[in-house]
């Protein structure tokens, strides 16, 4: 199973970014999919998670109304619209994939992720 993410950037403060991380190795459309992140010098944050199905979400509570999670399961994707950045969020965003087929529930716990792709850089500037 591979995790591909991609489209972090630099950008101003107030501007947006749209992360991407297309799933390989497995059937995607049966499995919850998270996003997590990683600043500098601190451990590892959820940041948003969705079900199998897409009908449920999850947010850190600092990224609630600024982020959104979606996935495409005709194109193995899962996204994460970044609207309204602050510099707080820079960070390396992580997507991961869970370990639980068709789990009723969105999951924060990095346990319940089985697979984690390599990482994408988002730099907000001041």
């Known amino acids: 199973v591979q995790l591909q993410a991609s489209g972090g950037g630099l950008v101003q403060a107030g501007g947006s970014l749209r992360l991407s991380c297309v799933v390989s190795?497995?059937?995607?459309?049966?499995?919850?999919m998270g996003w997590y992140r990683q600043a500098p010098g601190k451990e590892r944050e959820f940041v948003a998670a969705i079900t199998w199905d897409g009908r449920y979400t999850s947010y850190v509570e600092s990224v609630k109304g600024r982020f959104t999670i979606s996935r495409d399961n005709a194109k193995n994707t899962v996204y994460l619209q970044m609207n309204t950045l602050k510099p707080e969020d820079t960070a390396v965003y992580y997507c991961a994939a869970d370990r639980t087929a068709i789990r009723m529930a969105t999951t924060r716990l990095p346990a319940d992720y089985a697979y984690w792709g390599q990482g994408t850089l988002v730099t907000v500037s001041s």
């Open positions: 190795g497995r059937t995607f459309s049966v499995y919850a």
